[in-house]
């Protein structure tokens, strides 16, 4: 295990109360199996979540004002997922600063994304009580800015696996889009696509690509709540 101190100076920071930065990397395991007492990660992985949450939410608010409330709400949601907190943790090889107790493996701690997760979590609470929230957000701003402006809005705006997921979840039969109308010279075309679902039609929507145009009327059919 690397001490914390090592870690701290990837973040440039000088503890003040080094026992939280401990237990933020503290997992149950090592109480529970060692003569050792003393507080593991779980609290603090409460704190951290939160000012994790509150953080991204600012930057996304800052970094991407064209988005609505909507993406806004699924941008938030991807970059604090669990397998984006996991791959943060591995950048940072936090894996090796976590005290474990004897049955556990180094090895395992450094694939269970739900550990790194947690440990992420409990070491941004941990600045957070120590350094103060200012502290806490270079921190994590460094560590999500680049994901939030390179966020793949097409990924996040998939309307169409979003309407089919609904209409499965009640029936078997799957939507249909059927290209309506065509328009437009060959360098500049427009299409119009209507989805149906047994017969019905949920919605419309054009694009200059049929893909586009799809991905409109799945939006059109989930905003008029037709299904």
């Known amino acids: 295990m690397l001490p914390v101190s090592d870690l701290l100076q990837k973040f440039n920071i000088i503890g003040k109360n080094n026992s939280l930065y401990e237990q933020a990397l503290t997992h149950p395991s090592y109480h529970v199996e060692t003569d050792e007492k003393g507080p593991d990660y779980e609290r603090l992985e409460f704190m951290g979540d939160a000012i994790i949450s509150l953080v991204v939410a600012e930057l996304i608010y800052r970094k991407q004002p064209h988005f609505d409330q909507g993406l806004m709400s699924k941008t938030r949601a991807k970059l604090v997922q669990t397998d984006n907190l996991f791959r943060i943790a591995k950048d940072y090889r936090l894996a090796d600063y976590v005290k474990i107790g004897p049955s556990m493996s180094r090895d395992l701690v450094a694939t269970s994304k739900k550990i790194m997760e947690d440990v992420l979590e409990s070491l941004m609470g941990a600045i957070y009580i120590d350094q103060g929230f200012f502290v806490a957000k270079r921190v994590i701003k460094t560590l999500f800015s680049q994901d939030i402006e390179g966020i793949n809005v097409e990924e996040l705006t998939d309307y169409k696996t979003q309407l089919q ?18 328009a437009g010279p060959a360098h500049d075309r427009r299409f119009s696509v209507a989805v149906t679902h047994d017969g019905t039609e949920l919605g419309r929507g054009s694009g200059p690509s049929k893909k586009i145009a799809e991905q409109a009327a799945a939006k059109d059919a989930l905003r008029k709540k037709a299904i």
């Open 165 to 182: 997921e609904i209409i499965q979840a009640d029936h078997r039969e799957a939507v249909k889009y059927i290209v309506v109308e065509e």
